[in-house]
């Protein structure tokens, strides 16, 4: 199975901040990875696939990039509603995996 | 609009059974590949199986593997999990996820979730 691993596991910034969220697979996936956004009480939202394709509405703030075994999610200037959890997920190959999530909380 | 509604879900006994139900609407079912995934309470996103459009292809986690059955029913636009043989640490919030399509394993819609709480 393809392990993920995520990092930091929490961050704390504050509004207008450049956060950045890092994602190893434990063997390589080409491109073939996704990022997702949870908020408490919710389901996860897709942010971003294929590495770095922005899913349909989400803001151009939200960014991608990466190939092989490492990538990375990058929120540009963090808005009030992107205090979160985001998980990455690799999609290679069967049994599909997330990685242990990062939470970012106000600073 | 995509809307996926899950059912089924409750407090069940250790080694008990119970039958999550997902509704979808909004797009075609019968197209799309679908999955389950669940989240333990407090805890990260585990995948637990997947299903062809067709529902003749089925994976799943082995964690459930040999407990849990995928199955779905295009007429009635459901996808199913058959869940046996329950432990404790199966408790979580079950979604259905509906893949993005052209072949990768990316979920574009989820639903809501549904509780099951495996306890004596």
């Known amino acids: 199975d393809i392990q993920m691993t995520q990092s930091p596991?929490?961050?704390?910034?504050?509004?207008?901040?450049?956060?950045?969220?890092?994602c190893q697979a434990s063997q390589g996936i080409s491109s073939y990875l996704a990022w997702y956004q949870q908020k408490p009480g919710k389901a996860p939202k897709l942010?971003?696939?294929?590495?770095?394709?922005?899913?349909?509405?989400?803001?151009?703030?939200?960014?991608?990039?990466?190939?092989g075994t490492d990538f990375t999610l990058t929120i540009s200037s963090l808005q009030p509603e992107d205090f979160a959890t985001y998980y990455c997920q690799q999609a290679n190959s069967f049994p599909l995996t997330f990685g242990g999530g990062t939470k970012v909380e106000v600073k | 609009e995509v809307q996926l509604v899950e059912s089924g879900g409750g407090l069940v006994h250790p080694g008990g059974s119970l039958r999550l139900s997902?509704?979808?609407?909004?797009?075609?079912?019968s197209s799309s590949e679908m999955n389950?995934?669940?989240?333990?309470?407090?805890?990260?996103?585990e995948w637990v199986s997947y299903s062809s459009s067709s529902g003749s292809i089925m994976y799943y986690a082995d964690s459930?593997?040999?407990?849990?059955?995928?199955?779905?029913?295009?007429?009635?636009?459901?996808?199913?999990?058959?869940?046996?043989?329950?432990?404790?640490?199966?408790?979580?919030?079950y979604y259905c996820a509906r893949e993005l399509g052209r072949?990768?394993?990316?979920?574009?819609?989820?639903?809501?979730?549904?509780?099951?709480?495996?306890?004596?």
């Open chain 1, 47 to 67: 942010l971003i696939y294929a590495a770095s394709s922005l899913q349909s509405g989400v803001p151009s703030r939200f960014s991608g990039s990466g190939s």
């Open chain 1, 9 to 22: 596991s929490s961050v704390s910034a504050s509004v207008g901040d450049r956060v950045t969220i890092t």
């Open chain 2, 22 to 29: 997902c509704a979808a609407s909004g797009f075609t079912f």
């Open chain 2, 36 to 45: 389950w995934v669940r989240q333990a309470p407090g805890k990260g996103l």
């Open chain 2, 103 to 120: 072949g990768v394993y990316y979920f574009d819609y989820w639903g809501q979730g549904i509780l099951v709480t495996v306890s004596s």
């Open chain 2, 64 to 93: 459930v593997k040999g407990r849990f059955t995928i199955s779905r029913d295009n007429a009635k636009n459901s996808l199913y999990l058959q869940m046996n043989s329950l432990r404790a640490e199966d408790t979580a919030i």
